[in-house]
């Protein structure tokens, strides 16, 4: 399934030309590009999903250019891909039928930051760390960390709903969105949600775009939800004999009620992966959690306290606490070069994100490495033990190894379906998850989801090939 070319139709040579030719009247030559090999650097993400060159680029500056951009789509009856940053990891911004790529990474402003009543409103194009950094000037937070924070976007963080470490004690992107404006395919332009902090007016057709996966619509101005900065931060980093051991300790924290900013698990392929890349860490050492806590300054004391003495009943090898800001990013860069470290390890590496139960983590955990063991598959796990939600990472250099690779992944997916758990807890369905929805989700359940994909897009022409399973492929 790794490389396969969802069955999508393509638009043919006259409505290609169609679209060429009223992009460049309407945008002009400045907003759009042509070139083959100017497309071509929007060809992909940062998945495995095939490529595919779009027939242009236009490179928005304005709602404007997205009304007209999706005008044209409709009026030439071509497919329009929506792109921000490009990070994502199931190949949601890959344009898989040609067509247009409308990029809004040139939308970047702030456009409010108001401390008051504790909202800020931006454009799509902003850069996570940007908003970060602005935000925590004024004394205020805005949780959400997907691992790609230094470059991937506002609207693709709300396009696939992200995640990350912090999401156990704070919550994913959706809980921070009050509301946006959205185009529609044709050229419509809706404002949904709401500036207030209550509001239950109709249906919440914020909740139904965000995490849409750019199939719904393109996003304009987007107004966050912001809480006050913590205080004070403090980080362990744990060692443990084995993932068991440290899945347990994980189970035992919630238990006592302590809930950390994030807690990391990292397994002992990782854990080598990461001495590879010239990080020191106990060779002795098969499993390790990055946890932090926050608050004020004696409330972080106090649950650094608790932590740590749980993890020494559980029978930690260590358990260290970082003495300053300085050696607490040390920290975190490791385990955010993670991705890149385990990248270097083989020519081709897919990260799977799951969520499972957190009690079903450990026997998640033998399940993988059991089938990665039976299928002659490369693989390690870390991701974010706090909720549940791991990243299987598969890796392999050489396409005969595709087969074995490509049903360790549908076994993985069966096993977190078996537990209990779900597909994806913050990546999205993209191309490659797509044919493995029906794993998850009834038939009764996606035809009800394809209905409210028509009443947004009628033309089917808005991100095709993404989340649904198209015809003629599919494990199920």
């Given at each position: 399934?790794?490389?396969?070319?969802?069955?999508?139709?393509?638009?043919?040579?006259?409505?290609?030309?169609?679209?060429?030719?009223?992009l460049?009247?309407?945008?002009?030559?400045?907003?759009?590009?042509?070139?083959?090999?100017?497309?071509?650097?929007?060809?992909?993400?940062?998945?495995?999903?095939?490529?595919?060159?779009?027939?242009?680029?236009?490179?928005?500056?304005?709602?404007?250019?997205?009304?007209?951009?999706?005008?044209?789509?409709?009026?030439?009856?071509?497919?329009?891909?929506?792109?921000?940053?490009?990070?994502?990891?199931?190949?949601?911004?890959?344009?898989?039928?040609?067509?247009?790529?409308?990029?809004?990474?040139?939308?970047?402003?702030?456009k409010?930051?108001?401390?008051?009543?504790?909202?800020?409103?931006?454009?799509?194009?902003?850069?996570?760390?940007?908003?970060?950094?602005?935000?925590?000037?004024?004394?205020?937070?805005?949780?959400?960390?997907?691992?790609?924070?230094?470059?991937?976007?506002?609207?693709?963080?709300?396009?696939?709903?992200?995640?990350?470490?912090?999401a156990?004690?704070?919550?994913?992107?959706?809980?921070?969105?009050?509301?946006?404006?959205?185009?529609?395919?044709?050229?419509?332009?809706?404002?949904?949600?709401k500036?207030?902090?209550?509001?239950?007016?109709?249906?919440?057709?914020?909740?139904?775009?965000?995490?849409?996966?750019?199939?719904?619509?393109?996003?304009?101005?987007?107004?966050?939800?912001?809480?006050?900065?913590?205080?004070?931060?403090?980080?362990?980093?744990?060692?443990?004999?084995?993932?068991?051991?440290?899945?347990?300790?994980?189970?035992?924290?919630?238990?006592?009620?302590?809930?950390?900013?994030?807690?990391?698990?990292?397994?002992?392929?990782?854990?080598?992966?990461?001495?590879?890349?010239?990080?020191?860490?106990?060779?002795?050492?098969g499993?390790?959690?990055?946890?932090?806590?926050?608050?004020?300054?004696?409330?972080?004391?106090?649950?650094?306290?608790?932590?740590?003495?749980?993890?020494?009943?559980?029978?930690?090898?260590?358990?260290?606490?970082?003495?300053?800001?300085?050696?607490?990013?040390?920290?975190?860069a490791?385990?955010?070069?993670?991705?890149?470290?385990?990248?270097?390890?083989?020519?081709?590496?897919?990260?799977?994100?799951?969520?499972?139960?957190?009690?079903?983590?450990?026997?998640l955990?033998?399940?993988?490495?059991?089938?990665a063991?039976?299928?002659?598959?490369?693989?390690?796990?870390?991701g974010?033990?706090?909720?549940g939600?791991?990243?299987?990472?598969?890796?392999?250099?050489?396409?005969?190894?595709?087969?074995?690779?490509?049903?360790?992944?549908?076994?993985?997916?069966?096993?977190?379906?078996?537990?209990?758990?779900?597909?994806?807890?913050?990546?999205?369905?993209?191309?490659?998850?797509a044919?493995?929805?029906?794993?998850?989700?009834?038939?009764?359940?996606?035809?009800?989801?394809?209905?409210?994909?028509?009443?947004?897009d009628?033309?089917?022409?808005?991100?095709?090939?993404?989340?649904?399973?198209?015809?003629?492929?599919?494990?199920?």
């Open positions: 399934m790794l490389r396969l070319r969802p069955d999508v139709a393509e638009p043919s040579a006259a409505a290609r030309a169609k679209a060429l030719t009223l460049g009247r309407r945008l002009g030559a400045s907003k759009v590009l042509t070139d083959a090999d100017a497309c071509e650097r929007y060809s992909s993400d940062e998945s495995e999903a095939a490529p595919r060159v779009p027939d242009a680029v236009v490179l928005a500056e304005n709602e404007n250019d997205i009304l007209t951009a999706l005008a044209v789509a409709r009026e030439a009856e071509v497919p329009l891909t929506p792109r921000a940053g490009g990070t994502g990891r199931t190949g949601g911004a890959v344009p898989v039928a040609g067509g247009i790529v409308l990029v809004v990474t040139g939308m970047n402003e702030i409010e930051i108001d401390r008051r009543e504790r909202i800020a409103v931006v454009q799509p194009g902003v850069i996570l760390t940007d908003l970060h950094a602005a935000v925590e000037k004024e004394g205020l937070f805005y949780p959400p960390d997907p691992n790609s924070l230094v470059g991937c976007c506002l609207a693709g963080n709300v396009a696939e709903n992200a995640g990350g470490p912090r156990f004690k704070y919550g994913v992107t959706r809980e921070y969105v009050l509301g946006l404006e959205a185009m529609l395919m044709g050229g419509q332009r809706i404002r949904a949600g500036r207030t902090a209550k509001g239950v007016t109709g249906y919440d057709v914020t909740a139904t775009l965000v995490g849409s996966e750019g199939t719904l619509g393109v996003f304009g101005d987007i107004t966050l939800r912001l809480i006050p900065k913590p205080e004070s931060v403090m980080t362990l980093m744990v060692l443990f004999d084995d993932v068991h051991q440290s899945g347990r300790c994980v189970g035992e924290m919630i238990a006592a009620g302590l809930v950390p900013r994030c807690i990391e698990l990292l397994d002992s392929a990782t854990l080598q992966a990461m001495r590879d890349a010239g990080n020191a860490i106990n060779p002795a050492a499993a390790m959690l990055l946890i932090d806590v926050d608050g004020d300054e004696r409330t972080c004391e106090k649950q650094a306290e608790r932590v740590a003495g749980v993890c020494d009943d559980v029978g930690a090898l260590e358990v260290l606490v970082a003495q300053d800001a300085a050696q607490r990013d040390r920290l975190w490791a385990r955010r070069e993670m991705s890149v470290a385990v990248r270097r390890l083989a020519k081709h590496k897919l990260a799977e994100d799951v969520v499972v139960p957190r009690r079903r983590v450990p026997e955990l033998d399940r993988v490495y059991r089938c063991e039976e299928q002659g598959v490369r693989s390690l796990t870390y974010h033990a706090g909720d939600n791991l990243h299987c990472n598969f890796l392999w250099n050489d396409d005969d190894e595709l087969p074995r690779v490509d049903a360790a992944i549908e076994q993985l997916f069966r096993d977190v379906i078996d537990l209990g758990g779900t597909l994806t807890g913050e990546h999205g369905v993209g191309v490659l998850k044919p493995y929805l029906p794993l998850e989700q009834s038939a009764e359940l996606i035809a009800l989801q394809r209905d409210i994909k028509r009443v947004f009628p033309q089917g022409l808005l991100n095709p090939g993404k989340i649904f399973p198209t015809s003629g492929h599919g494990p199920c």
